[in-house]
């Protein structure tokens, strides 16, 4: 399946940016969606996902408080809602895809399908 983000871009800290993610088809129950970051110089990190079966949401730490992941009820889409940015945010996010569950905690491995990456910028 294809992913395409859409969202990305720059804001002063304490703002805020909505990341869109669209699968190009449908699957039966719907995707497991996760978004990943990965800041120059540093390797990819998780930030959230949503789980295909009931719904769970997953926040890495970091993020918890500010960032809200939802879906749509196809489990086609995955918006991220981004409050409260801060400098440290500053990255590119890439959506994922699965059409298994998520058993422990979201990996990378977990996903077999990736978009192509957003920027987000936030200054301080």
């Known amino acids: 399946v294809q992913l395409v983000e859409s969202g990305g871009g720059l804001v002063q800290a304490g703002g805020s940016l909505r990341l869109s993610c669209a699968a190009s088809e449908r699957t039966f129950g719907g995707y497991t969606m996760g978004w990943f970051r990965q800041a120059p110089g540093k390797e990819r990190e998780f930030v959230s996902a949503?789980?295909?079966?009931?719904?769970?949401?997953y926040y890495a730490d970091s993020v918890k408080g500010r960032f809200t992941i939802s879906r749509d009820k196809f489990g086609i889409t995955a918006p991220l809602q981004m409050n409260s940015l801060k400098p440290e945010d500053t990255a590119v996010y890439y959506c994922?895809?699965?059409?298994?569950?998520?058993?422990?905690?979201?990996?990378?491995?977990?996903?077999?399908?990736w978009g192509q990456g957003t920027q987000v910028t936030v200054s301080s």
């Open positions: 994922a895809a699965t059409v298994g569950a998520i058993r422990t905690w979201p990996q990378e491995t977990d996903f077999g399908s």
């Open positions: 949503i789980n295909r079966k009931g719904g769970r949401t």
